[in-house]
């Protein structure tokens, strides 16, 4: 059987039923390019390699986020507690950048990166690497600092809904 080149419409409501059964860690990615600054609730963070220490956040092309790792120098990947939902809500709606950031303890490091201090873990990468792909690019960072904070227990989204 031939695999045809374009998805059908059946193939991408299939996959989009199938990716919602995965049960993902919620992060908040957040990125300044010294003038604007953003975050953005992203489940599809994940590591890449050991060796150079690297992540990949994977960001659609139309948000403003995609727009400041566009020419941002580094980004940081919030890893969201069990408790974080309303933090989690708030980056994943309309708000403004500087409303998101009202919720939640933000701070700021050296770099102007904002992270969220009592994430289970910040992850402070340097962009290496845009790779466009569809309707999202592709944003690759070698991790520069971790801070890590008491025990695990992440927030987990599941089927639209947190668990």
Not at 43 to 62: G, R
Not at 110 to 123: K, T, V
Request: one cysteine or more; a neutral charge; proline letters at 5%.
């Amino acid at each position: 059987m031939e695999t045809p080149s374009i998805p059908q419409p059946e193939v991408g409501a299939s996959f989009r039923a199938a990716m919602r059964r995965i049960a993902s860690t919620v992060t908040i990615v957040t990125a300044s390019d010294e003038s604007r600054r953003h975050g953005m609730t992203m489940t599809a963070v994940s590591s890449l390699s050991m060796e150079p220490p690297s992540m990949i956040v994977c960001v659609n092309q139309s948000t403003f986020l995609h727009d400041i790792l566009q020419s941002a120098r580094g980004f940081c990947v919030n890893v969201l507690r069990h408790d974080h939902a309303a933090v989690s809500t708030a980056f994943s709606g309309k708000a403004t950048p500087e409303e998101r950031f009202l919720t939640g303890d933000w701070e700021r490091n050296a770099h102007g990166i904002d992270f969220l201090s009592d994430a289970q873990a910040n992850i402070f990468c340097r962009k290496v690497a845009a790779v466009p792909f569809g309707t999202h690019t592709i944003f690759i960072g070698t991790a520069v600092h971790v801070r890590l904070n008491e025990a695990a227990s992440p927030l987990l989204y599941r089927n639209a809904a947190y668990c």
